[in-house]
């Protein structure tokens, strides 16, 4: 792969960088990434969200890949990463649209009829209505297709009975994206139907979960008898689990494990600044074995990632080896995290970003990987992933896969 920009590529990027610098606001130069987690609570923060995406979509810089018929600019996935860079070095809004514009977006082009898409694309698009993923359940996440919540024909009407959980965002969601089961008698990935659901009908109820952070960044998602017209159900009865893997296939390259680079550099600038023993922490070997170790991962991590998009950039699909992005760069990004705040000593365990915002940064950083490493796919099911697809060892045994799902077995065994 050219690391560099071509000449179109490299104008692409200049008229990137200008257009946000009449439009975004720069950032401070010892400004960290914005702390993503607990993005939403407040109401404020969500119309800064709405307003900056609906200017980005007004002047066409977002979905920068997405095709000209459906509000999209048709451009690369080169273009795309060149303009997120850029969008990077300006202090915008938290993104709330990655599962929407990055999951769901690609699924409705892929499954909707012509009235889902022209209903529902052009306000993703402009940001206007925000959309949530309502997949996994108490009993169904890494095994997301034994998933309970069931959807019961009544003439041109769904009704949907059960319980959804860590569904990021849906108490500040229009929409949501369901998957249920719609037959119990056919086996479990059969069984199953995918629905667009108001997330202010009655029958829905939203309960945010408070988490280790202190944010709610998700929530438990409750269905009782809630009614969703046969208008919204996505591709056919039974075919949920067809529908639903072009989500998930979207899933792991949209959320990734946030830029190591970032992270990779307010560790080397705090590792400056820090003093050991009457140095700069920096000229500590033990100090220097550590960055070492984090920079060669680093760069191992870009460096698959710019694979990835130049084979998407050739027309491929992202395939199982995207999930080396998220099973190395998550906990990395754990372990940095630790690493920078036994830098900071004492004061690593220091909270109040508008004080000490670098503290605030680390801590919520290594709070937040955790999750990063459970959301999208565990570490151990992205492991499986790359044993089973990418080096082809024998899978894993799978019993319940033909049988009707009414006679899996929930209880101890015999029960
Ligand atoms: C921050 C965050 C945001 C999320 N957002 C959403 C969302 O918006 N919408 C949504 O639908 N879901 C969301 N999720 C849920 C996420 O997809 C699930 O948590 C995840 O798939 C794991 O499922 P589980 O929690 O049920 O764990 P389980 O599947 O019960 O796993 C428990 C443990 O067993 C291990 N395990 C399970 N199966 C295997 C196996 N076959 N081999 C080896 N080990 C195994 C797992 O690795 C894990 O350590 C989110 C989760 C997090 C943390």
Not at 97 to 122: C, F, V
Not at 307 to 332: C, D, F, Q, Y
Request: overall charge negative; charged content about 25%.
């Amino acid at each position: 792969m050219d690391f560099d920009d071509t000449p179109e590529e490299a104008d692409f990027r200049k008229k990137a960088h200008e257009w946000l610098s009449k439009n975004a606001e720069v950032l401070p130069p010892d400004a960290t990434a914005p702390i993503p987690l607990g993005e939403g609570e407040d109401e404020a923060d969500i119309a800064d969200c709405k307003r900056w995406q609906a200017t980005k979509a007004d002047a066409g810089w977002t979905c920068l890949t997405w095709p000209k018929e459906y509000g999209g600019q048709g451009l690369t996935s080169m273009h795309n990463a060149i303009f997120k860079s850029e969008e990077a070095k300006f202090q915008v809004p938290a993104d709330v649209y990655t599962i929407g514009l990055g999951m769901l977006g690609p699924t409705l082009m892929a499954h909707g009829t012509d009235e889902q898409k022209a209903k529902y694309i052009p306000q993703m698009i402009r940001g206007q209505e925000i959309w949530c993923q309502l997949f996994s359940e108490p009993s169904a996440g890494s095994d997301l297709a034994g998933l309970r919540t069931t959807a019961v024909r009544e003439g041109d009407e769904w009704v949907i009975n059960g319980q959804k959980i860590w569904s990021t965002g849906a108490h500040f969601c229009d929409w949501g994206m369901v998957v249920a089961r719609s037959d119990p008698n056919a086996s479990k990935h059969a069984g199953l139907t995918y629905f667009i659901v108001d997330m202010n009908a009655p029958g829905v109820e939203v309960r945010p979960i408070r988490q280790i952070n202190g944010a709610s960044g998700f929530n438990e998602v409750f269905f009782t008898d809630a009614r969703v017209h046969d208008d919204n159900r996505l591709g056919a009865e039974g075919d949920g689990w067809r529908v639903a893997l072009t989500t998930l296939m979207n899933e792991r390259v949209a959320i990734g494990a946030g830029s190591s680079s970032g992270r990779l550099a307010s560790l080397f600038a705090l590792a400056r600044e820090t003093q050991l023993r009457g140095s700069p922490a920096i000229e500590d070997g033990a100090v220097r074995q550590r960055l070492a170790d984090f920079y060669v991962k680093s760069k191992g991590l870009v460096n698959t990632g710019y694979r990835t998009l130049s084979a998407i950039s050739r027309g491929a699909t992202p395939g199982p080896e995207g999930s080396i992005g998220k099973a190395i760069g998550a906990p990395m990004g754990q372990k940095m995290a630790a690493f920078a705040m036994e830098l900071q000593g004492p004061m690593g365990a220091a909270v109040e970003g508008d004080i000490v915002p670098q503290e605030a940064f680390w801590q919520d950083t290594y709070l937040g990987m955790p999750g990063m490493r459970i959301a999208g796919g565990t570490d151990e099911i992205l492991k499986n992933i790359i044993a089973e697809r990418v080096l082809k060892l024998p899978p894993e045994i799978r019993v319940d896969k033909d049988k009707p799902f009414r006679d899996v077995p929930t209880g101890p065994p015999g029960k």
